[in-house]
T-cell receptor
Framework: AQSVTQLDSQVPVFEEAPVELRCNYS??????LFWYVQYPNQGLQLLLK??????LVKGINGFEAEFNKSQTSFHLRKPSVHISDTAEYFC????????????FGGGTRVLVKP | GAVVSQHPSWVICKSGTSVKIECRSL??????MFWYRQFPKQSLMLMAT?????????EQGVEKDKFLINHASLTLSTLTVTSAHPEDSSFYIC????????????FGEGSRLTVL
């Protein structure tokens, strides 16, 4: 079975500073990788996804992530955060042959301070 | 992107009553929908996979008689929490799988259930 670990439960960051959210996964088979953002009392919005091809993936709102197969990581980065980036971020994986059933990491709460 | 709508967004009920939550794909047909449960400040836990026209597949530890799932059409899945108790209070989120090779998932806004 696959699993996802988000190493940081909370990340405080100042406005306009860069941020990196770490995600590691384990799986014996090929996976798709995703990052989602959740604002309070809302569902999830897809930030970006890695399916195949280039390991550097660019998403919405200035976010990007890099797939590193050897380190089984899919870290999310943004060079300059805004107050509006304050939210919960979830890394998720799905097995290519398993009907896209997602397994989520524990989430990282980003708090952007002015 | 595609839109998935959940209703109601908030529901408060008395212990022992049943509550139905609807999940609709508004602009696409979804043969598969997923129901998740999220406790405060925690991640999403998959409860069940709902397939149109067939029985739902429940994850280990999820009581199928407690959480009834019906997927009667390609645009609607419902989750009924039967005989709700305070421990069933949670945020319930559905997602619907789009078409295509990757079948990207689109999430509803979530439904917060509070059982008194």
């Amino acid at each position: 079975a696959q699993s996802v670990t988000q190493l940081d439960s909370q990340v405080p960051v100042f406005e306009e500073a860069p941020v990196e959210l770490r995600c590691n996964y384990s799986s014996s088979v090929s996976v798709y990788l995703f990052w989602y953002v959740q604002y309070p009392n809302q569902g999830l919005q897809l930030l970006l996804k890695y399916l195949s091809g280039s390991t550097l993936v660019k998403g919405i709102n200035g976010f990007e992530a890099e797939f590193n197969k050897s380190q089984t990581s899919f870290h999310l980065r943004k060079p300059s955060v805004h107050i509006s980036d304050t939210a919960e971020y979830f890394c998720a994986v799905s097995i290519k042959a398993a009907g896209n059933k997602l397994t989520f990491g524990g989430g990282t709460r980003v708090l952007v301070k002015p | 992107g595609a839109v998935v709508s959940q209703h109601p967004s908030w529901v408060i009920c008395k212990s022992g009553t049943s509550v139905k939550i609807e999940c609709r794909s508004l602009d696409f047909q979804a043969t598969t929908m997923f129901w998740y449960r999220q406790f405060p400040k925690q991640s999403l836990m998959l409860m069940a996979t709902s397939n149109e026209g067939s029985k739902a597949t429940y994850e280990q530890g999820v009581e199928k008689d407690k959480f009834l799932i019906n997927h009667a059409s390609l645009t609607l899945s419902t989750l009924t929490v039967t005989s709700a108790h305070p421990e069933d209070s949670s945020f319930y989120i559905c997602s619907a799988r789009g078409t295509g090779e990757t079948g990207e998932l689109f999430f509803g806004e979530g439904s917060r259930l509070t059982v008194l």
